[in-house]
């Protein structure tokens, strides 16, 4: 019964330790700053994923994405959306930051498959404060001017 309690227990620590594994080098140093937006599984939890949305409409985020190939995160200044479908239901997607302000009403829209492992949103003020308080993560973090995510 103790063998199996302890393997258990080591088991578990393991895993947990195994999720808690950075993201990318200096990733702890942003944590607080990562917003959570359910876009996993965006279909089978709308309404939680239209929920969370909502309450970060109007809020600049940092939309990260880890380059498999260099290690660095890719990072593009976004806002999420909510809008009415022609069915009368909701639907969320991400606009690039420059393109919200943009007088001709024509935007590029993403709908991003949102990978836990890989991918991260950040309030953007908070990213901007710890990235000026920690400039070594210059070295690891890519802002991508124009060019949404892939």
């Given at each position: 019964?103790?063998?199996?309690?302890?393997?258990?227990l080591?088991?578990?620590?393991?895993?947990?330790?195994?999720?808690?594994?950075?993201?990318?080098?200096?990733?702890?140093?942003?944590?607080?700053?990562?917003?959570?937006?359910?876009?996993?599984?965006?279909?089978?939890?709308k309404?939680?994923?239209v929920?969370?949305a909502?309450?970060?409409?109007?809020?600049?985020?940092?939309?990260?994405?880890?380059?498999?190939?260099?290690?660095?995160?890719?990072?593009?200044r976004?806002?999420v959306?909510?809008?009415?479908?022609?069915?009368?239901?909701?639907?969320?997607?991400?606009?690039?930051?420059?393109?919200?302000?943009?007088?001709?009403?024509?935007?590029?829209?993403w709908?991003?498959?949102?990978?836990?492992?890989?991918?991260?949103?950040?309030?953007?003020?908070?990213?901007?404060?710890?990235?000026?308080?920690?400039?070594?993560?210059?070295?690891?973090?890519?802002?991508?001017?124009?060019?949404?995510p892939?």
């Amino acid at each position: 019964m103790r063998t199996a309690l302890l393997v258990f227990l080591l088991t578990t620590s393991m895993v947990a330790h195994a999720q808690r594994k950075p993201l990318f080098p200096g990733a702890e140093k942003l944590e607080s700053c990562t917003v959570d937006l359910p876009r996993t599984y965006a279909k089978k939890d709308k309404e939680r994923c239209v929920q969370a949305a909502r309450f970060l409409e109007d809020q600049e985020l940092i939309y990260a994405i880890r380059d498999k190939a260099t290690g660095r995160m890719n990072c593009t200044r976004v806002f999420v959306v909510v809008d009415k479908a022609a069915d009368g239901g909701e639907y969320v997607y991400v606009e690039e930051a420059a393109q919200r302000m943009r007088p001709d009403g024509l935007k590029q829209a993403w709908f991003p498959k949102f990978k836990p492992a890989s991918e991260r949103f950040y309030n953007a003020t908070c990213f901007d404060a710890q990235v000026a308080a920690h400039p070594e993560l210059k070295e690891v973090l890519v802002e991508m001017a124009t060019e949404g995510p892939k």
